[in-house]
């Protein structure tokens, strides 16, 4: 077959596709910020010693990383309304799916950056009069956070490329403004290759960001 | 609310109950890891494998092939080779829809497998390449007899997750409408209304899927352990 793209043009792409992008970076913005904060409080419980906050963690951990997360997002869709009472709608239900879902994997990002910071330094902390959670505030957490950077950002492009997962409970992000925008012209195979190409150059630029960034950061090390 | 796990005594309407459907769709999410296992690990030890070797084309192919497969989601290398492949080599069409899948899902492992064999093979001392030439083996039976060995012992551990990975994202497969076990689930949730106990059983199925290959390779990395080294104790 031919392909053509001759169809495309600033109307198209406004219309269908900027749409879909807008959602999926939202979404990915979302579950990177929110993931990230409970992943830390949750990896800061499997390192706190007590059984009865460690138990917990290491069982949310070890239960999302074992399930399809298109079966993470199906039990959240299903599961949110019978809670809550009320439908939440694709969009709402996938930013709340997600932020759960990748903080089990932040948290074991976080949970490596604080175990690679040296013990000497929480006992400097306390020598010098400060308790457990000013040692991790202004101690630990810092330098793990920095160390475990590019790993985080990493997760976070992979994070990205989930999002096209949504297409499970049908919310509209950038893959499905492709599919919407090939339906409606009949170009359905132009819009995926397009879609992939999209993908491709903006998960290909970030990874090489993060490339840059992890050389610099590695420096001082 | 209550439970009802009657729901997979229920006919599906065409003859067979909802119990015998979910025990086939996982048959299907089996059949499809496997076999993406199987291109994943010979596609991505062999992309791994030219990396590493002194010829600059070979890096630079191992390279491109492990940025392209590992910088587009899944689902969307699922439609490329679903969709947009067939109709531009008009001759695959009447290729079985399950095949789409296995190379989508065995491509985009082999792009992290690549990366894992890669540095398998790097985090052995320098030494070891520089031995096996000098004692006038080639360079492919350098790989052969000296680094591979010891690499793929290395990344036994990595490549487990890999492969436990491949279970879990052989569920993107529903999108092309294989009748695998989110597929399953989602058309059981839909006509029976019963999400609970059908989701309950799915993921429990996946969970023990991944638990067996977990199982299986701790096996194959106790027998072929080395003493002395890596892991290998005493």
Redesign the interface.
């Known amino acids: 077959?031919n392909?053509s793209f001759a169809f495309i043009d600033w109307n198209l792409i406004s219309s269908f596709i900027l749409k879909g992008f807008y959602f999926s970076v939202q979404l990915t913005l979302v579950a990177m910020v929110g993931g990230i904060a409970l992943g830390t409080i949750v990896a800061l419980m499997r390192l706190s010693g007590k059984k009865w906050l460690e138990y917990p963690a290491a069982f949310y951990v070890n239960t999302l990383r074992?399930?399809?997360?298109?079966?993470v997002i199906?039990?959240f869709f299903?599961?949110i309304p019978?809670l809550i009472g009320r439908p939440l709608g694709a969009e709402l239900s996938a930013m709340v799916t997600f932020t759960v879902f990748e903080a089990a994997y932040y948290s074991e990002i976080m949970r490596a950056g604080i175990q690679s910071v040296s013990k000497g330094q929480v006992s400097a902390g306390y020598a010098v009069g400060m308790n457990y959670a000013q040692c991790m505030r202004f101690i630990v957490l810092p330098q793990a956070f920095r160390n475990m950077l590019p790993v985080l950002l990493t997760q976070t492009?992979i994070l990205f490329?989930?999002t096209?997962?949504v297409?499970?409970v049908g919310a509209y992000d950038l893959?499905k403004g492709f599919e919407v925008a090939g339906k409606n012209f009949n170009r359905?195979?132009e819009m995926?290759?397009l879609?992939?190409i999209t993908?491709?150059i903006i998960?290909?630029s970030l990874?090489m960001l993060v490339r840059r960034l992890q050389q610099k950061i590695a420096i001082i090390r | 609310m209550s439970w009802d796990w009657q729901v997979f005594f229920q006919d599906t309407g065409s003859g067979q109950t909802y119990l015998n459907w979910m025990m086939s769709a996982w048959g299907w999410t089996l059949l499809v890891s496997g076999c993406s296992l199987v291109v994943a690990l010979t596609v991505g030890s062999l992309m791994g494998i030219l990396r590493t070797t002194p010829v600059k084309a070979f890096v630079w192919i191992g390279n491109a092939w492990t940025e392209l497969f590992r910088n587009i989601p899944l689902l969307v290398q699922i439609f490329l080779w679903y969709h947009v492949i067939p109709s531009i080599f008009k001759s695959l069409q009447s290729v079985p829809d399950i095949v789409a899948v296995v190379i989508a899902l065995g491509f985009f492992t082999s792009a992290r497998i690549s990366e894992q064999v890669r540095a398998g093979i790097q985090a052995l001392p320098r030494g070891q390449r520089y031995a096996g030439l000098a004692v006038g083996l080639t360079l492919p039976q350098t790989y052969r007899f000296v680094l591979l060995p010891m690499a793929f012992r290395i990344v036994i551990p990595p490549l487990t997750s890999e492969s436990m990975n491949i279970i879990k994202n052989s569920s993107v497969a529903f999108a092309v409408s294989i009748t695998e076990l989110t597929f399953f689930a989602m058309q059981a949730q839909e006509e029976t209304s019963r999400g609970v106990e059908i989701y309950l059983a799915v993921t429990f199925l996946y969970f023990i899927s991944a638990f067996a290959i977990n199982r299986v390779a701790a096996v194959i990395e106790q027998r072929v352990k080395v003493p002395g080294m890596i892991g290998g104790g005493k």
């Open positions: 077959m392909l074992s399930i399809p997360l298109v079966m199906l039990w299903l599961l019978l492009i490329q989930d096209s997962l297409y499970a893959l359905p195979v995926y290759l879609a992939a993908y491709f998960c290909f990874s």
